[in-house]
C-alpha cells in the first residue's frame, strides 16, 4: 500500500500542478447568474423622492432596508442597509463598542475578551486581535455553542463583553445553531450582563444547498429573549451577486443601534445607494433573492459532492469530515495531529490549502487537527485533482509513509 502511495505522490508532484482552494469564492458560472446587474437600469431616486446620485440616507434607502427587512425577519426601523460588505459592519459594532460603550468603552477595561466558537473564521480573530481583544475559543457542538463551556468561562471572568458566532452554516464546519441553543445562549449572556454583545455573522443566511433543520427566524428569537438592544446580526449579498460589489445588512436596536449610527456617522455620509437600488430592481423582493440562490445551490452542490466522493476513499480511521447543508466550506478532521503536516504536503504538490491552525484564535488548533478545504471556486476538473491531492497527503501523513 505504501508505494502506490508513494508513486500517487511522485506522479502528481510531477504534474507541477498551481491550484487553489484557500477561500470560499463563487466561481465563475455563480457570478454569471447575476450578469444582469451589471447593465440593469435604475431611475435616480428612490421610492420615497431621495436623490440616489447625491449624499443622504446614511443608513440605506427605504427599499433596500425593506429588502434586509424581509430577509432578516426584522421591523424596518431595526434594519441599516449598507455598503459592499458586512465584515466592514461587524468591525464598526466593534469599533463602536470599543470607543463608545456604556458605561464603560472597551477600550478603557483591563483585558477586554470576547468568546469565539471554533473553529471559525479568521478574519474575525484578526478584527478582535486589531483591538487588543483576547478571542477566547469555546468548542461548537451539532446544534450550536457548547453551552456548558459558555457558562463556565462567564463565571470565571467579568471582562467578557460578547460573543461572535456564524449561526447557519457555520465557517467552516457548517454547524446550523438550534432554537434551544440560542435561546439557551440568550439567557446565560444577558443573566452574565445586559450589556454582553451578541454579534452574529449571519454570512450564510440563504445560501443553503440541501435541506435544513426548521429554524425560526433569529431576529424573533432575540425578540422573545428580549436580548434586541444587546444584539447584532450583519449579513450581505457577497455570496449573493458579486463579492465586493454587493450590499450589506444590520439588524440590531436600542443602545447598539445608537452606537452603529454614532461611528458610521463620522465615517461614511451614505452608503452607494445607486447599487442599493439596482438590487432592489434586480430582485424585486425576498422572494427574488430565495429563487436566485436555489441556482447557487445547483452550481454549488455538486461541488461539495465531488469532495465528498474523494474524502470517502480515506479510511475511516484516518479522520473524519463534514458534511454541510450549506454554506462554502467543508471541514477535514485527522485522527493524528497532523493537519499543518498534510497541508505542507498538498502545497509541495502544487495545491494551496487554508493554513491548518487558521480557524483558531492565534493560529493555534491545540489538535492540530482541523483542516478547511474550499470547494466552490476552482473547476469541477481542478477540484478532483485537488482532491486527490488532498486524500494522498493525509495518507502519506497518517501512515508515517517518507515520501
Ligand atoms: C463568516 C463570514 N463572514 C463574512 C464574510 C465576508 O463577508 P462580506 O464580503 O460581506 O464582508 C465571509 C466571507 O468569506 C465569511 O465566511
Known amino acids: 500500500m505504501h508505494d502506490k502511495i508513494i508513486t500517487k505522490f511522485n506522479s502528481l508532484k510531477e504534474k507541477q500542478l498551481s491550484i487553489d482552494i484557500t477561500r470560499g469564492k463563487p466561481d465563475k458560472d455563480q ?28 443608513f440605506g434607502i427605504k427599499e433596500a432596508r425593506s429588502l434586509g427587512s424581509e430577509l432578516l425577519d426584522a421591523p424596518l426601523e431595526n434594519i441599516l442597509a449598507g455598503e459592499q460588505s458586512s465584515l466592514l459592519l461587524t468591525y464598526q459594532t466593534v469599533l463602536s463598542n470599543f470607543l463608545f460603550a456604556e458605561p464603560t468603552p472597551w477600550k478603557d477595561l483591563k483585558s477586554p475578551k470576547f468568546i469565539c466558537p471554533v473553529p471559525g473564521f479568521d478574519r474575525h480573530f484578526m478584527m478582535l486581535q486589531d483591538f487588543g481583544i483576547e478571542a477566547v475559543p469555546i468548542p461548537l457542538v451539532e446544534d450550536g455553542i457548547d453551552l456548558q463551556a459558555f457558562e463556565n468561562l462567564l463565571k470565571k471572568d467579568k471582562e467578557f463583553v460578547g460573543i461572535l458566532c456564524v449561526p447557519k452554516h457555520s465557517n467552516p464546519s457548517g454547524e446550523i445553531y438550534s432554537d434551544e441553543n440560542l435561546q439557551n445562549m440568550f439567557r446565560i449572556g444577558s443573566n452574565f450582563s445586559d450589556k454582553f454583545l451578541f454579534l452574529f455573522d449571519h454570512a450564510y ?69 445607486l447599487n442599493q437600488k439596482r438590487h432592489v430592481e434586480f430582485f424585486k423582493d425576498s422572494e427574488g433573492v430565495k429563487a436566485h440562490m436555489l441556482k447557487h445551490a445547483e452550481l454549488v452542490r455538486p461541488k461539495f459532492e465531488i469532495a465528498y466522493s474523494y474524502l470517502e476513499k480515506l479510511d475511516k480511521s484516518c479522520g473524519s469530515f463534514s458534511r454541510p447543508t450549506g454554506g462554502y466550506f467543508i471541514t477535514y478532521s485527522t485522527a493524528k495531529p497532523i493537519a499543518s503536516q498534510v497541508v505542507e504536503l498538498c502545497k509541495e504538490m502544487g495545491v494551496l490549502i487554508t493554513p491548518a491552525g487558521s480557524t483558531f484564535p492565534n493560529n493555534y488548533d491545540p489538535d492540530n487537527s482541523v483542516i478547511r478545504l474550499a470547494p466552490t471556486y476552482v473547476s469541477q476538473d481542478e477540484l478532483k485533482t485537488a482532491m486527490e491531492v488532498f486524500i494522498t497527503a493525509v495518507e502519506l501523513a497518517h501512515y508515517e509513509i517518507d515520501a
Open 205 to 273: 443566511l440563504i445560501h443553503d444547498f440541501l435541506p435544513i433543520p426548521k429554524q425560526k427566524p433569529l431576529w424573533e428569537i432575540v425578540v422573545n429573549s428580549n436580548v434586541q438592544d444587546q444584539t447584532v446580526i450583519t449579513t450581505s449579498f457577497s455570496k449573493v451577486t458579486f463579492g465586493g460589489g454587493g450590499i450589506s445588512f444590520m439588524a440590531t436596536s436600542g443602545h447598539s443601534l445608537e452606537l452603529i449610527k454614532r461611528v458610521r456617522t463620522t465615517m461614511i455620509i451614505c452608503p452607494d445607494k
Open 31 to 58: 457570478l454569471d447568474l447575476s450578469n444582469a446587474l451589471l447593465d440593469i437600469s435604475i431611475p435616480t431616486s428612490s421610492e420615497d423622492g431621495a436623490d440616489l446620485r447625491n449624499y443622504g440616507e446614511p
